[in-house]
């Protein structure tokens, strides 16, 4: 059985991007393939700077994953700060990564252009993404577009190591990207991302949930103007949530005129709120025992880290150490 590794930072509530762009689909992949799934915590502290914040938003990730489904026997689920060993890759690492590398991460540039703060975590955020990688030789890590270059930078750190100190990583990790899924836009149709402040939360109470998918950014056209449902943001979204026939009646009321805006963004609001509501219930149920998560996850962490320390003890002696 092939493997996949992949995580989800817990920078905030889950949102529609993230259900879609990762969990959904990862969820999936871990019934046919052996799993890895990571809380990225030590990412997140690029963002978050307050305990009780950071606390909550780890129970929260969990609480999500499990929600959905995922299965703690037959996926390895844990912090990623249970498991040392990432961040002492990560300094070895270091050494063998040139500097103009991770000048020309596509994500540091991004991030420093909309003014967040570009501190020396976010620099050096791909050499800590190879580690959480290449510590258990995953044959695929499914990310995506927007993470793709991350993963092509930790295949071509993998092969340097090998390159300089022999075959310490002989599987190198192919990007498994999801092209019906793509890029999830937010309520202004940038990606949606908790960076940009324009998401749409999953768990979110039924009032507020209503606002957000109300406050989608459209152009200037009239309920009676012709519209043009791939230049959308509502209909991309729609894609994601309606059946084939749906999306067809939905395109042609565009393309016919006489349908607002706001007509299609209720459409959305009604779709959205059922699909989740099941979830929410659940989700509601698995907080009421924060000791099975602490357990889950202590458990994840014990088998991941069994796989981390034999890799590093490889690396180890491959250095020198």
């Not at 190198?172 to 940009?196: A, F, L, N, R, W």
């Not at 200037?220 to 949530?241: I, M, R, Y």
Request: glycine share 8%; aromatic share 10%; proline share 5%.
């Amino acid at each position: 059985m092939k493997r996949i590794l992949t995580g989800l930072q817990p920078s905030g509530k889950l949102h529609i991007g993230n259900y879609f762009g990762s969990m959904k689909p990862n969820l999936e992949l871990g019934k046919t393939h052996e799993a890895f799934l990571m809380i990225a915590d030590m990412h997140a502290l690029t963002t978050i700077q307050n305990a009780k914040e950071m606390s909550e938003n780890i129970r929260d990730v969990a609480l999500d994953f499990l929600t959905f489904g995922l299965d703690p026997e037959k996926t390895t689920f844990f912090r990623q700060s249970d498991v040392p060993e990432h961040t002492e890759l990560t300094w070895i690492f270091s050494n063998i990564v040139p500097l103009g590398v991770l000048e020309r991460a596509h994500s540091f540039k991004d991030k420093k252009a909309k003014g967040l703060e570009a501190n020396t975590g976010l620099f050096i955020y791909p050499i800590l993404m190879a580690c959480d990688i290449l510590l258990y030789d995953p044959h695929y890590v499914p990310v995506g577009k927007d993470q793709k270059q991350h993963v092509e930078m930790t295949r071509d750190i993998a092969l340097k190591f090998n390159h300089i100190y022999g075959e310490g990583f002989p599987i190198i990790p192919e990007p498994m990207i999801s092209e019906e899924t793509g890029v999830v836009p937010g309520i202004d149709g940038q990606k949606m991302s908790k960076s940009y402040g324009n998401t749409i939360e999953i768990f979110a109470d039924e009032k507020t949930l209503q606002k957000k998918i109300m406050s989608i950014v459209t152009d200037s056209k009239g309920a009676l103007e012709p519209k043009d449902p791939a230049a959308c943001n509502v209909f991309t979204l729609a894609k994601l949530f309606f059946s084939e026939d749906e999306l067809k009646d939905l395109e042609g009321k565009y393309r016919a005129g006489g349908f607002g805006y706001g007509d299609a963004k209720k459409w959305l609001f009604e779709k959205v709120n059922v699909y989740f509501a099941p979830y929410r219930k659940k989700r509601e149920e698995l907080a009421k025992n924060p000791e099975k998560v602490d357990t889950i996850l202590r458990f994840g962490a014990e088998k991941a880290r069994e796989k981390a320390k034999a890799k590093m003890k490889i690396v180890r002696e491959l250095v020198g150490l």
